[in-house]
């Protein structure tokens, strides 16, 4: 399995912070924890939530975009 990187494949063009939904997460790790980011890429006017998958103290943000998870990098969200 390959990772690929948002920043290889699309722009971001604005980014936003929204109420983060419900994680249904008990322990707080898992493969799909929903944050408060949303980001659109390349002017389209389509949000995509960002995600974490976290299996320990640390955490690896992406979006899922075209069925594919796109990791997103730290210094590609403004705060």
Same mark, same amino acid.
């Given at each position: 399995?390959?990772?690929?990187? @948002?920043?290889?494949?699309?722009? !971001?063009t604005?980014?936003?912070? #929204?109420?983060?939904? %419900?994680? =249904?997460s008990?322990?707080g790790?898992?493969?799909? @924890?929903?944050?408060?980011r949303? !980001?659109?890429?390349?002017?389209? #006017?389509?949000?995509? %939530?960002? =995600?974490?998958?976290?299996?320990?103290?640390?955490?690896?943000?992406?979006?899922?975009?075209n069925?594919?998870?796109?990791?997103?990098?730290?210094?590609?969200?403004p705060?």
């Amino acid at each position: 399995m390959t990772v690929k990187y @948002l920043r290889d494949v699309c722009q !971001i063009t604005a980014t936003k912070r #929204t109420d983060a939904p %419900r994680n =249904y997460s008990r322990t707080g790790y898992g493969s799909k @924890l929903p944050t408060s980011r949303m !980001i659109q890429c390349d002017g389209h #006017t389509r949000w995509y %939530r960002v =995600y974490v998958m976290c299996y320990s103290n640390c955490g690896t943000a992406y979006i899922i975009k075209n069925r594919e998870k796109l990791v997103v990098s730290d210094c590609d969200l403004p705060d």
